[in-house]
Nanobody
Framework: QVQLVESGGGLVQAGESLRLSCAAA????????MGWYRQAPGKQRELVAS???????NYADSVKGRFTISRDNAKNTVYLQMNSLRPDDTAVYYC?????????????????WGQGTQVTVSS
């Protein structure tokens, strides 16, 4: 069993910063791409940023220059540093990871999601 546990959400004012963390736990053999998505009320879930095992990152245009994704492979953890937050960044943020888990005799690769953490930016 694999779990993604997120932390770091909260309520901030416009222009402030937050850092989200997401740790993968369980019998994990390897983690491939990790990323952050968000979903605002009444909108579809959208990709915010992703990062490969080698550290190659990709960002939504709306967060480029403000958000930074990083990962610590030794800790199976991905981070999202969010600076210069704006009210339109308000959403539930979800961690996602594609990883290989299982036992020594059986392994499977699947996509996993965290439970979501609320980020609210007031004007």
């Amino acid at each position: 069993q694999v779990q993604l546990v997120e932390s770091g959400g909260g309520l901030v004012q416009a222009g402030e910063s937050l850092r989200l963390s997401c740790a993968a736990a369980g019998t994990i053999f390897s983690i491939h791409t990790m990323g952050w998505y968000r979903q605002a009320p009444g909108k579809q879930r959208e990709l915010v940023a992703s990062i490969t095992t080698d550290g190659i990152s990709n960002y939504a245009d709306s967060v480029k220059g403000r958000f930074t994704i990083s990962r610590d492979n030794a800790k199976n953890t991905v981070y999202l540093q969010m600076n210069s937050l704006r009210p339109d960044d308000t959403a539930v943020y979800y961690c996602a990871a594609r990883l290989t888990s299982g036992s020594s005799t059986f392994r499977t690769t699947n996509n996993y999601w965290g439970q979501g953490t609320q980020v609210t930016v007031s004007s």
